[in-house]
């Protein structure tokens, strides 16, 4: 992983999965790990987070983290 620039919130990192460039930021005061929905989405096959974000199966995942969680876990940067 190679951190590629900071700001007074996030640090910024990119690295690989399978070859293909993930953004991971970390927040630089609770150090909470955040994933870009776009490179999350190329990971797992879909053209866009557009594309990925439609899918049911996505849909049906995150309804059930906020059944067990209370919280959900998106985030908007």
Same mark, same amino acid.
């Given at each position: 992983?190679? #951190? $590629? /620039?900071? +700001? *007074? $919130?996030?640090?910024?990192?990119?690295?690989?999965?399978? @070859?293909?460039?993930?953004? !991971? %930021?970390? +927040?630089?005061? $609770?150090?909470?790990?955040?994933? +870009?929905?776009?490179?999350?989405?190329? =990971? %797992? @096959?879909?053209?866009?987070?557009?594309?990925?974000?439609?899918?049911?199966?996505? %849909? *049906? =995942?995150?309804?059930? /983290? !906020?059944?067990?969680?209370?919280?959900?876990?998106? #985030?908007?940067?």
């Amino acid at each position: 992983m190679i #951190r $590629t /620039h900071y +700001d *007074d $919130t996030y640090e910024y990192y990119l690295s690989y999965f399978e @070859g293909t460039p993930v953004k !991971i %930021l970390r +927040d630089r005061k $609770t150090g909470e790990i955040l994933f +870009d929905a776009a490179s999350v989405a190329e =990971c %797992l @096959g879909y053209s866009s987070t557009e594309s990925m974000m439609k899918d049911d199966q996505v %849909l *049906d =995942c995150i309804s059930a /983290h !906020i059944n067990q969680t209370g919280e959900s876990p998106l #985030r908007r940067i």
